[in-house]
């Protein structure tokens, strides 16, 4: 059974405007969450990360929000930009037991020019 | 060279074929990781080594045997393998199996058996 779910598989959003891309999850253990970023023919790069303490943590034009109460994290883009566009997974972790992230089937992000 | 390198790139193989995938990490990192993703699935942890020692094996069939002869070097030995394991096969690495800032991810070997 799958603990972390993005059920859209894709987005198209215009350059400048705000992408949304979300998350859920199952397992109410989880603690820490992150999400990472693809590029075709590379291996996904971690982007930003937020603790289950906090409800939001912010880098530049990247923001996490996240509700424990909905079990639903969120990451926006904004402005977007073209170079955004790549496949964005969600990840979720227990920060006690093993060392494991829990992935999404990621989503994939197209911002048009 | 920085970061984790995985070889090869691409690998096709027939089901009787001996084969082995190579992660290699510069970053002093002492945990690493086999993650394999196949189409339309999330990334599945398959083995974690902490300091050399091999702490998870989640329920990998036996055609899929790690080996980690030191904190910067990872194998992925693969033998009699099955069509359905044709995936992308993903090294990370990380500081202490610390996930603060995430893994850092290979760029993968795409496997394809035929």
């Known amino acids: 059974d799958q603990q972390v779910k993005q059920n859209s598989p894709s987005l198209s959003v215009q350059e400048g405007r705000i992408s949304i891309l979300n998350c859920d999850y199952t397992n109410s253990m989880f603690d820490y969450f992150l999400w990472y970023k693809k590029y075709p023919a590379e291996g996904p790069t971690f982007l930003i990360s937020i603790s289950s303490i906090k409800d939001k943590n912010e880098d530049g034009r990247f923001t996490v929000f996240l509700n424990k109460s909905a079990k639903h994290l969120s990451l926006h883009i904004v402005p977007s930009q073209p170079g955004d566009s790549a496949v964005y997974f969600c990840a979720a972790s227990l920060l006690t037991g093993a060392n494991n992230l829990f992935f999404g089937t990621g989503t994939r992000l197209t911002v048009i020019p | 060279e920085t970061g984790v390198t995985q070889t090869p790139r691409h690998l096709v193989m027939g089901m009787t074929n001996k084969k082995s995938l190579k992660c290699e990490q510069h970053?002093?990192?002492?945990?690493m990781y086999w993650y394999k993703q196949s189409a339309k699935k999330p990334l599945e942890l398959m083995f974690v080594?902490?300091?050399?020692?091999?702490?998870e094996n989640n329920s990998v069939p036996s055609r899929f045997s790690p080996e980690c002869p030191n904190s910067s070097h990872l194998f992925l030995h693969l033998h009699t393998l099955q069509p359905e394991d044709s995936a992308l096969y993903l090294c990370?690495?990380?500081?202490?199996?610390?996930?603060?800032?995430?893994?850092?991810f290979g760029s993968g070997t795409r496997l394809t058996v035929v």
């Open positions: 990370a690495s990380s500081l202490g199996g610390s996930i603060d800032n995430g893994y850092t």
């Open positions: 970053l002093g990192h002492n945990a």
């Open positions: 080594y902490n300091f050399k020692e091999q702490t």
